[in-house]
Structure formats: structure tokens, C-alpha cells
């Protein structure tokens, strides 16, 4: 069957230009602008990959597949705005930018044909040039749409440290056919279902190949190169603030068939700034026996402390990385000193599992936050590497508290090169979501570390939704903020912190604006047991209960788990933030008048050990509650209710139409339909498949198909590579229900992943979502849907 089309009203919102990506620079006096295509052709995604140690690698330029096309890169002054383009060539495929520490410049990527080039922008004049001879390679460098660790600034911004392509590169040999054989004895790997892994001695040479590369140091102007070290794995290379030595990642043999590249046998090391080794800070195995939900053993998160000259900070399991096992500290903080003769020292011990720290401006000062597994609970530190008897508690909250969450530090690019959380004198900068009853109100904060007041510089006025980036022009008068409201799209506005008129800088127009009509609202009430529900009701434009009547409803969901009921009912969201439809959003079935119930809340609440064993009665009462709601106020049919969601939404769908009598039809897209091929845990679900065996049965959709009579559409990439959402999922799902009387339709999208993107896929999704609707709850009010049943 080919590609099928909804109407040109649809189309027409799918090809609208997005709004771009913000990137301030340090010091705050110009925003990058990144532009970007947010549907490619489908011939973007159908190119030739190799699928190699969890990674997808575009063996021509040998680099991660592009399965999105960044078109091109703006600069914004601040504070006079004024929006001036990038000249590149037409149709130049480039990367989220990385600034330089004078914040005047930026290093960028454009893909050529023969690999990945690597140029650098002047902010002030708004042009580029192309570093010359130079290509690199970002297979292990991170996000494929961003620089990311491949290319790097010097601290002092003379000079990129990049990975780059091999001058001779090893030849790409055919996989040869022959039996694949795999054999395990005496492991316990109890790790997550990954996709898209090395099969076979063919495999490890290919990945070798295309992910080896030679650690630059490049001058970005001529493009001179000094090799700074032998070709190699190197997945992150860091100069310490001095710039006397690099801190090297790097991959190494053996790898695994059985866990993706970040665990494959690894060291970090450190070298001297012209490449010669100084020290192995770690040499770590494959970690392909991790606990479930732990960590790997030996050092992890190897880092520079930013305000010292050369010293490395890192953390170490005192659990064996295992979460279960009976320990009075899990983590312990260790430091390590240029020259780098001495053994390491143990700075301080912490109780829960390190997630992480960030530098503040004193030496050796951290923001630590731990969290506590079985409480659900984070603590952020205050501490100090040499002097943890003055580490003390700043933060204490319940993870799963959004009014406590104080929000996160604004980060700072100082013009030496290091990266610190933002200070004055003895006070930080915090913003956050600012989520209360009546919804989201982003906030900026003052907070003063000496005695932890906090004064509130900045909240988002109740009639819109303001968040900020940054300080503007290295002063703290005024900030650069996104502002954007139920009937604005998003733009970019100078907010003065005295109260005083923001001023507009950007003006991208609304990409639909037949929607600005349309009632949105926050909706609350309860599960029928205490705990409060909320969600975002989206009714046509134009609706008028008197003269409409009862509306079909479609209700999308993604369960959440909770440790109490009080945070459970906690209101997220808000109702002021402009409707944007991107093709994964279920809002656009109130175009064809429908009532939608997004982000519903379907909470799961209990002890995280326990808390699945109820998850059907929980997820169950939650939708009827949701139904019951909305028809005691008048505004739907309850015999006409459809249920969808997206991967764990999904599931949640399936499930509903198995065990409830709720809905006429649902739409489940790439979900896990038996979680007996998830073995070793699901979501947050702690148990394996033989400790509980009777929770992963009742839980599987596939176990109850043949109660499985309300018609279901099933949506799957073809090429799905999350872990645990095989499309055989879908796909042997839809069987048993054939096979069982009930009613089906199976959309399996070529080239496609967990999330669709192609043009063609996400249009032929939305005419097939509009159709199934159309055939099992009837049409809504305003104009005729696209076309009959398919």
C-alpha cells in the first residue's frame, strides 16, 4: 500500500518551519539560532547505515545516521537583536554549534560527501569559514546533531581539540556468511534488552573501523594540525583548566555481543598536553554484568575540577554498583592531583548513589546531589573536596515533589575556558519549572549559599508562559527569556528584571493559525480515592456545548510512577503555553472535532518494589475518572472514547482494551505488548521476569488478546531501536488478536524508529489516526475527517 496523505489542512501544518533552537553564548552578548527541518524525506532515513554497538553508522561519511536535517544558522545581538544569517551553501546539513569561551565565535559541522566537515563562525560579522583539510568523525563523539565531544574549544580558544577522520583509514571488509554462535556460562547479565548490537568478529572490525579516530590539535584559521596521539577508540577529550594536560576516554578490545559501546572495556587517562601519557586514572572490563538499575564498578564520571589547575575528580561504588545490596555508603568521592604520581585520595563518602556535580566558582567547591533509590529521594551538597567536614545539605526534596523542585543553577563559560555554575560572590542563580495548582510558572532565582535565602527575581506572568536562557550583555538587569502564550507562538524577548516593558527581538509567525480558537484548558479531579488527577482538555474552536452537543473524546496518556499519592496529584503543565502540533501530539484530532484529553495523568502509586501489582486496577480507575469527569460537565459522549499513546502509552493502551469495557477504540504506537521479552525489568518495574513472574503475565496485553475486542490500531517503526520495543512486539501482537476474533489494523513504517520523523511516515500516521477514528467513534462536530476507513 503507498503512502497515504491527510488533507491539505494537515499537510500544510506538518511542512511549516518550526521554531529554531536557542544557544546563548558566554558573557550573553549574541544567541546562535539553529534551524532545522523537522520532517526530512523519507530517503534521508532509507540511506545505507550499519547497525554497530548500539550505534547507527552512515558508513559514507563515517559518522552517526542523520535521521534529522539541521538546514542552516543565524545569530541574534544582544541586546539590539536584529536576526542575521549564517551564509552557507544551499542545502548544507549542519550541527548544533559549540562557542568559543570569548562567546564571540562558534565551531560548527557540515556534512559533505565525503565525510564531516568542520568550520567556524565570526558572531559579530555573521559570517563562516571552513577549517581547511580538516574531517572528522562523531561516531563516539555523542549526539550526532551536535559537535558534541568531537570538536572541542582549547580552554584558552586558540585552538579546536578535535577528533579526526584517520588519513588512511582502514578498509570496510563484506560481512562474510557464516553461522552466528554466541555462548555464555557463569554470567549474571541482567541488562536491558538493547538493539542494534555487534553479532560477530565481522561486526567488531567494522565498528574499529569507522570508530577509530586521531586526537588534533587543530588552529581553526589555517587548519594546521598536530596529531596529539596514535589512531583509537576516543570517545571525549578535555583540557585541564591550565591547559598542561588532556583527560582521554577511550574505548578498547575486548567489546561485547551483548551491551552497547559505553560499556565495552574502557580507560581514561591522562596526557600531557603534547600527548604523552602521564597516567591510567582507570582500566575497566566489559561491564555487561551491571546490576539492575546500578552502576558499573571502578571510577566513574572522571572530570577536571574547573577552579583548579590540574585536578581530577571522580566517583567509585562502595556497593558493588548494586542498589540492593546492604551498605552504609554506596558511593564514595576520590581526587587525584598533578603531577599525578601519588595514589588517589578519598575525598568524602556519600550514603545514596552519586548522580553527579557541578563545579562552583571557589576551587574545589561542588554542588553533589545524591539520590536515595528506595525513598525516591534527592539530597544536593554542598561540599568541598579538601574539606569535607564543611559539606553541608542544600536541597533535601522527594524526586517526585514538582512544587519543592528549587529548580537547576545557571551555568557560566568564563573566559579562561572553564565552566562553573554561575556566581556572585557567595550567591547562585536557579530556574525552574515553578510548577503550582494553578500550573507552570518558570522562575529565576537568587540564591545566597552563605545562609540559603532565597529571593525570586523572575516569574512567569499567569497569562502566559516565560522562561529563561540567561543573563544578557555579562550584566544581571535584564535576561533573555522565551515568551509565548495560549495564542503566541514562541519568541524571543529581553525581559529588564525592574518591572519595566520587555521588548520583542524575534518575530516567527504561528505555523496554524486555525487553532487560535481553540479552548484549552487545565483540568482537575479525583481518581475517586483521594488522589487528584489533572490533564489538558483541548475542545474545537468554535465549540458550543448547546449547539454541539456531546463531543467523541480522545484521552492520551503516559503512565507515571509515584511514591505517595500527594505528589502523584501535584498539577504539571500549563494551560498559557502555545499549542505547537508536531506529529507525535494527539491534538490534532480537535481539527476534525473531537475533545482531547492530553498529557491525562494515569499515575501508578505505591512502594517502587511493589507498586506494578496494581498497575491494571490503578491505570483502570484513573481513566474512569477521566471519562466521568468530563461527562459530568457535559462536554463528551462516554460511549464514544478512544484511548492512545506513544512506547509506555502504549502499553497502557493495550491494557486498557484488554481488562475495560471504557473505550470504542485506541491507538497504540510502538509499544511492548509482552513483557516476558523484557526480562530483566520494564520502566521502573525492579523485579525480573522470575521474581515475579506473575506480574510481567498479567501485565502482557499479548497474554489477554483474545480479550482484546475493542479495535486497536498498532503504529511501529520498522527499524525500532529502543530497547524492549522490538516491532515484533506490535507485530505478534496484532497476530494473536487476529487469530483470537478480535479487530486490528497493523502500521509497520519503513526506515523508521521509535519515533517517527519522515515526512511520508508522519503524514501517513495522522491519515491513519484520523480514519481509525473516524470508522469506530463517528465524526465530531465541524468539517468531514480524511476520507473513510482504509
Not at 576516543?234 to 552497547?260: I, K, N, T, W
Request: hydrophobic share 40%; glycine share 8%; proline share 9%.
Amino acid at each position: 500500500m503507498p503512502y497515504q496523505s491527510p488533507d491539505p489542512d494537515i499537510v500544510a501544518i506538518i511542512d511549516a518551519p518550526p521554531t529554531p533552537a536557542a544557544l546563548l553564548a558566554p558573557g550573553g552578548r549574541f544567541v546562535a539560532l539553529v534551524h532545522y527541518q523537522s520532517h526530512p524525506p523519507v530517503t534521508q532515513l532509507a540511506r545505507p547505515y550499519l547497525a554497530l554497538a548500539g550505534l547507527r553508522v552512515d558508513p559514507a561519511i563515517a559518522g552517526r545516521q542523520r535521521t534529522r536535517r539541521l538546514t542552516g544558522l543565524s545569530v541574534l545581538p544582544l541586546p539590539a537583536g536584529g536576526e542575521r544569517p549564517i551564509a552557507l551553501a544551499p542545502g548544507a546539513a549542519v550541527s548544533v554549534p559549540a562557542w568559543a569561551p570569548d562567546g564571540r565565535r562558534f565551531a560548527f559541522t557540515v556534512d559533505e560527501a565525503d565525510g564531516v566537515g568542520v568550520w567556524v563562525a565570526d558572531a559579530e560579522l555573521a559570517t563562516a569559514r571552513q577549517v581547511p583539510g580538516l574531517r572528522v568523525r562523531d561516531v563516539l563523539g555523542g549526539d550526532p546533531m551536535s559537535v558534541g565531544a568531537t570538536v572541542r574549544w582549547a580552554r584558552d580558544g586558540r585552538s579546536l581539540l578535535v577528533l579526526g577522520a584517520p588519513a588512511d583509514p582502514a578498509p570496510l571488509r563484506a560481512e562474510p556468511i557464516e553461522p552466528r554462535i554466541e555462548e555464555t556460562a557463569g554470567k549474571r547479565s541482567q541488562m536491558a534488552t538493547f538493539q542494534d548490537l555487534l553479532r560477530n568478529a565481522a561486526d567488531e572490525d567494522l565498528f574499529e573501523a569507522l570508530a577509530t579516530t586521531v586526537p588534533l590539535r587543530v588552529d581553526p584559521v589555517s587548519g594546521a594540525a598536530k596529531e596529539l596521539g596514535p589512531p583509537g577508540l576516543y570517545q571525549h577529550l578535555a583540557e585541564s583548566p591550565d591547559g598542561e594536560h588532556l583527560l582521554v576516554h577511550r574505548l578498547q578490545r575486548p567489546f561485547s555481543f551483548r551491551v552497547p559501546h559505553p560499556y565495552f572495556a574502557r580507560r581514561a587517562e591522562v596526557w600531557s598536553a603534547d600527548g604523552r601519557l602521564e597516567r591510567v586514572i582507570a582500566d575497566l572490563p566489559v561491564s555487561d554484568e551491571v546490576p539492575r538499575h546500578g552502576v558499573p564498578t571502578g571510577p566513574r564520571r572522571v572530570s577536571w575540577t574547573e577552579r583548579q589547575p590540574a585536578s581530577l575528580v571522580w566517583a567509585e561504588a562502595l556497593d558493588g554498583g548494586d542498589p540492593v545490596a546492604a551498605a552504609e555508603y554506596r558511593d564514595q568521592i576520590m581526587r587525584l592531583d598533578a603531577p599525578f604520581r601519588a595514589g588517589p585520595e578519598v575525598c568524602f563518602p556519600v550514603r545514596q548513589r552519586c548522580l553527579g556535580w557541578l563545579d562552583l566558582d571557589d576551587p574545589g567547591a561542588l554542588m553533589l546531589t545524591e539520590h536515595d533509590r528506595d525513598r525516591r529521594w534527592l539530597t544536593t551538597w554542598l561540599c568541598e573536596v579538601s574539606a569535607p567536614e564543611h559539606n553541608r545539605v542544600i536541597f533535601d526534596r522527594s524526586a517526585d515533589d514538582s512544587y519543592g523542585d528549587p529548580g537547576s543553577p545557571l551555568m557560566a563559560r568564563h573566559p579562561d575556558g572553564t565552566r562553573t555554575v554561575l556566581q556572585d560572590d557567595s550567591a547562585i542563580y536557579l530556574r525552574g519549572d515553578g510548577a503550582t495548582p494553578e500550573g507552570d510558572r518558570p522562575f529565576l532565582d537568587r540564591l545566597d549559599l552563605a545562609d540559603l535565602q532565597q529571593t525570586r527575581l523572575f516569574q512567569s506572568p499567569p497569562d502566559a508562559f516565560e522562561q529563561v536562557l540567561g543573563f544578557v550583555a555579562g550584566g544581571r538587569e535584564q535576561v533573555l527569556a522565551w515568551h509565548e502564550s495560549a495564542a503566541e507562538p514562541p519568541n524571543l524577548f529581553l525581559v529588564p528584571l525592574d518591572g519595566a516593558q520587555a521588548r520583542q527581538l524575534t518575530f516567527w509567525p504561528d505555523p496554524h493559525p486555525q487553532l487560535t480558537g481553540m479552548d484549552k484548558r487545565l483540568i482537575s479531579h479525583d481518581r475517586g480515592d483521594g488522589v487528584q488527577l489533572t490533564g489538558m482538555l483541548h475542545l474545537p474552536p468554535g465549540y458550543d456545548p448547546g449547539r454541539d452537543g456531546r463531543l467523541p473524546l480522545v484521552i492520551w496518556a503516559y503512565p507515571l510512577d509515584f511514591g505517595s499519592a500527594a505528589t502523584a496529584g501535584q498539577v504539571r503543565g500549563s494551560s498559557k503555553r502555545f499549542t505547537r502540533l508536531t506529529a507525535a501530539e494527539p491534538v490534532w484530532f480537535v481539527l476534525r472535532g473531537y475533545a482531547v484529553l492530553a498529557n491525562a495523568t494515569i499515575p501508578v502509586i505505591g512502594d517502587p518494589e511493589t507498586m506494578n501489582d496494581t498497575y491494571v486496577e490503578q491505570i483502570t480507575a484513573a481513566a474512569a475518572a477521566h471519562i466521568r469527569a468530563l461527562a459530568e460537565m457535559g462536554i463528551i459522549d462516554p460511549a464514544r472514547v478512544a484511548v492512545g499513546g506513544h512506547s509506555y502509552g502504549a502499553f497502557m493502551t493495550a491494557n486498557l482494551l484488554a481488562h475495560t469495557d471504557l473505550f470504542s477504540a485506541g491507538i497504540a504506537r510502538s509499544g511492548a505488548y509482552n513483557r516476558s521479552l523484557t526480562p530483566f525489568g520494564f520502566q521502573t518495574e525492579r523485579r525480573s521476569f522470575w521474581e515475579a513472574p506473575q506480574i510481567y503475565d498479567r501485565l502482557s496485553p499479548f497474554r489477554y488478546a483474545d480479550q482484546l475486542s475493542t479495535p486497536i490500531l498498532l503504529i511501529h517503526g520498522e527499524q525500532d531501536a529502543n530497547s524492549g520495543t522490538f516491532p515484533i512486539q506490535s507485530q505478534r501482537l496484532f497476530q494473536a488478536i487476529g487469530a483470537t476474533g478480535g479487530i486490528a489494523r497493523l502500521v509497520l513504517l519503513p526506515h523508521e524508529s521509535h519515533g517517527y520523523l519522515a515526512r511520508e511516515s508522519v503524514l501517513h500516521m495522522l491519515s491513519e489516526q484520523f480514519r481509525w477514528l473516524a470508522r469506530w467513534l463517528g465524526a465530531g462536530v465541524g468539517p468531514a475527517s480524511d476520507g473513510g476507513p482504509g
